[in-house]
């Protein structure tokens, strides 16, 4: 949102001043040459970038605090995170990297439609990534994986029905969206508006790209095995509903082995409930996700009962042996500060798509050159932020002690 | 209409206007032209208002607040619990709505442009949405006084706040807002130093309150990101208990005071640092004589900038926090005043020998110089920890805090407004008047936090509606001295009114000072500089001599009129009349 | 347009380096995730930092243009870890020290649906 405001447009200042250099089309009066303006942009949006990484860190720190606090309640809730959803987004933000750090070439080379061609891509791949996580999301509300203090899972009952379908809401203000960008594009179509047909059509494949993000998300949920998740995309949207039953009895049937290899001597209400949660989710074809979930749920209980437990990870000073180490609270807490995170870092993903869409319509005006690239620039560099922010989130939410 | 700029003896100077119309007041007019105006002093003023406003504000709960503490059960009806919605209220308006926005945005705007030779900040689309976000911040405040009030205290600690029924989640998210207009400001500021310094403005010829004004930009940029996560993250602790400060749901409540205070405590920086910086200016201009030791003040408000990061745990020793920590920050804690020092020391060898005008803000500069180093030398006893556990959450406290904020920053901003008053209005004011509101201001001030300072040592805790009989004599004292301290700013404020209607016209120069500001008409036009200035030294008063004709200082030699050879590679300069 | 020469400040980037640049991310973010099914005590943390850097010294150097990046643009990006690092240090170390006082000897039990039995617990505790 800053970005939208650090680069002056002269035809917008203030009264009492005209601009009749027609050939400084884009240099604000307060700046001297182009390349101060630039400067100046540059500096701002580093300082800015400054401010967004100390934001984070007091995140980072939360999570440092309380994984060093209880390493073993993060290990065991993490295994409820799907790494390979996390493995695709980590992928679908690189390449938008990528595809930005080439707009800016573009920019800079006067590329104008190739310009408008990486935003698209970038924008696309910022809403695939938005897709996913709106699985990921919804199928953790189901389950009542929540913040501490509505943290309802219940390892009896995983799965428990009739919650409100959140999927729906997530993807209702995007359909919305797709429905009004496509609308406005065939009025566009009917006016043989050229200009914005040129910006709509973008934004149609942009929002569009959200549901293949959820689509994706969805075969990937539902527990595809290597094999299927190799990032083939038709293959696995075509036989998406297949796979999805046949990785539920794949995943069923690892979770019996894996039952089998844990050792929970010392437990026997929570082995019970185990044994509980199995028959349910036997019952239950239609669960997506039940392997790892299953895996998480053997992961956790075990690691809750103290079975499992590495003695270098269990605090030295502990002053009782009766010391239980997993309650809801504070597997609660991971998932506080794994929405905290995401969600903070989801928000820079939806303003970062608000500023792209103007850098959209402003490159299909084709008003950059070697001169005036700033905003694409600077954009990009806060784009690559949020890239790097995600960076960093992927090993330490989604990769522990898998 | 007659300016400096045109009588100068012998003078030429590009700087200045040549119609009314491009005073920047009367350039254009109208709400709208106010309401989106990208002018840097447009904005300044805006920000005045705003600011000063929530001063008005903040100083009448003051008042309640020392009337009911006239009685040991209180003096008024007020109830302990609306007690407790008064001083938070009090706390949380003057720190957010009025300390930390008061120098840097309402003088600041005005002044970093025009001081450094440019025409505008480098981002004023930002600068107009950061007074927005300021404007929405404030509703957000006063939208929570509305409905449930807020009796946290300014500080927001869990896990009260956490627990309490009051709208905590409103405040905190308008404190949210009031973070990010914060940084944009400062963030405005670092790029407009860095990168819009005219030919010959090199770091070293920078007038000491734009030094001051960069030191407190980093600590804008560097902090307030750390409290604005910190607000999000305890309105999440309310709406969805998310356990990271709640104990109740295994949080720790020290960590959230490490979190406040990392931003709180160099907050105290972004409060006192620009008011050192006026300082610097009233005390070279009004003694007409070189600023003492320019380098050292410079560098001194950097190193106070990066020492308040270093610092933050010496707000906590009595929260829990470890031992070894307590020690720690407490040596810490002990550096800052060699810096603060630096700076006393330099200001008062500055007036040694020198030609002194006790005028109105001089008067100001004077009673800070008096009030800051009480405050500052308090301080010591907090920082020190043996001490400190004995006089922790007391009216010592109270009155450090604002013998440096009040005493401080207030008492500087006030004298800051006086002296630049004529350059913003256009208009002298009631020289008198000015002087004797500055007496009463240090008189009521002393008279209202010096009994404090016993009480402290007494035991008398802060934030208590009631209290023993013993103390009585002490808490009237202290509230008579609040009288008398808002009676001094009323008739401050009254001569500043005044003077709008009544004040004659003010010359571009009437105190004699040489930084850039004073080469411009008052008030300056639209664009401030037809053409970028080239700049002399900003404590260079040899050439700046008294014109009784005109009643204003003028530039006797040509220190400035060295318009760069080589044609500028500028467009001519926009808004002006080419 | 403009037909000013002083256009020097834009420097674009080679097709080749962002598309090996891009190649080396997907690659680490390959290893980093294999890496972790390797059970590495402690160390697991530090490794998967430590690959997160590279990745973000490429995403740095690269694509945010920190090569060709002034001097002072640098320094403002690093000073901003300087002072992180003071943040997480002083916060981190101070709750190192005192967390023995901060964690409940014994905890309520992990069955949420069984709040009597809680109360119980807490009851025998007092």
Known sequence: MANTALQADPSHDDAGHHDDHEHHENLAHHFDTYEQQFDAGKLGIWVFLVTEVLFFGGLFCAYALYRNLRPDVFAGSSEFLN?????????????????????????????????????????????????????????????????????????????????????????????????????????????????????????????????????????????????????????????????????????????????????????????????????????????????????????????????????????????????????PKQAGVFFSIYYCMTGVHAIHILAGMGVMIWLLVRATRAEFNENYFGPIDYVGLYWHLVDLIWIYLFPLLYLIGK | MTTGAATAPGGVRDAGFVSDNENYLKNSSGVLSWMFTLDHKRIGIMYLVGILTSFLGGGLLAMVIRYHLMAPGGATTISNDAYNQLFTLHGAIMVFLFIIPSIPAALGNFLVPVMLGAKDVAFPRLNLSSFYLWVGGAIFFVGALLMNGLDTGWTFYTPYSTSTDTSVVMATFGAFILGFSSIFTGLNFIVTINTMRPPGMTWFRMPLFLWATYATSIIQVLATPVLGITLLLLIAENVMHIGIFDPEFNGDPVTYQHFFWFYSHPAVYIMILPAFGIISELISVHSHKGIFGYRFIAYSSIALALLSFLVWGHHMFTSGMSSVTVVIFSALTFTVSVPSAIKVFNWVATMYKGAISLTT????????????????????????????????????????????????????????LFHWWPKMTGKMFNEAGGRISALIVFVGFNLTFLPQFLLGNQGMPRRYATYDPEFQWLHQLSSIGAFTLGIGLLVAGLVLLHSLYAGRQAPANPWGGATLEWHCTSPPPFYNFKHAPVVGDPYEFANVHYDEATDNYVFTELPRTLVPEEPVKTPTPAGGQS | MSDHSDHGFAHPQSITTLLTVFAALVFLTIVTVVQASFHLGNWEIWIALFIASLKAALVLYFFMHLGHEKPFNILVFFSTLFFLALFLGGTLSDRNAYRNQLEPDIDEPYRSEAPAEAAETAAAME
């Not at chain 1, 437990?309 to 269990?314: A, I, W």
């Open chain 1, 83 to 327: 790494t390979k959803l996390g493995a695709i987004n980590t992928g679908v933000l690189l390449f938008s990297s990528l595809t930005m750090a080439w707009g800016v070439r573009c920019a800079q080379l006067r590329q104008h439609k190739m310009l408008a061609g990486m935003l698209a891509a970038t924008l696309s791949c910022a809403a695939i990534f938005l897709g996913v996580k709106a699985i990921e999301y919804s199928h953790k509300w189901s389950m009542g994986l929540l913040p501490a203090g509505l943290y309802t899972y219940d390892p009896a009952n995983p799965h428990p029905a009739g919650g409100p379908n959140y999927l729906l809401w997530i993807c209702a203000p995007f359909a919305i969206g797709l429905l009004f960008v496509v609308g406005w594009l065939i009025i566009a179509k009917i006016k043989k508006d050229e200009f914005k047909v040129r910006v709509l059509m973008p934004l149609t494949v942009v929002f569009a790209c959200f549901f293949v993000g959820v689509q994706l998300g969805t075969i990937l949920e539902s527990g595809g095995e290597g094999e299927h998740a190799a990032g083939d995309d038709h293959h696995v949207v075509a036989g998406a509903d297949g796979h999805a039953e046949h990785g539920d009895d794949h995943a069923e049937g690892r979770a019996d082995e894996h039952l089998e290899d844990l050792d929970q001597p010392n437990n026997l209400a929570i082995e019970k409930a185990d044994l509980a949660g199995l028959e349910v989710l036997a019952q239950d074809q239609s669960n997506p996700g039940a392997r790892d979930t299953l895996e998480a749920l053997k992961r956790q209980e075990a690691v809750a009962s103290g079975s499992v437990l590495q003695g270098d990870q269990r605090p030295v000073e502990s002053p009782t042996e009766k010391r239980v180490t997993a309650t």
């Open chain 2, 361 to 416: 803000p001089m008067c100001y500069a004077l009673a800070f110089l008096f009030l800051f180093t009480i405050g500052g030398l308090t301080g010591l006893f907090l920082g020190t920890i043996s001490t400190d556990l004995h006089l922790h959450d007391t009216y010592f406290v109270v009155a450090h805090f604002h013998y440096v904020m009040m005493g401080g920053t207030v008492v500087s901003f006030v004298g800051g």
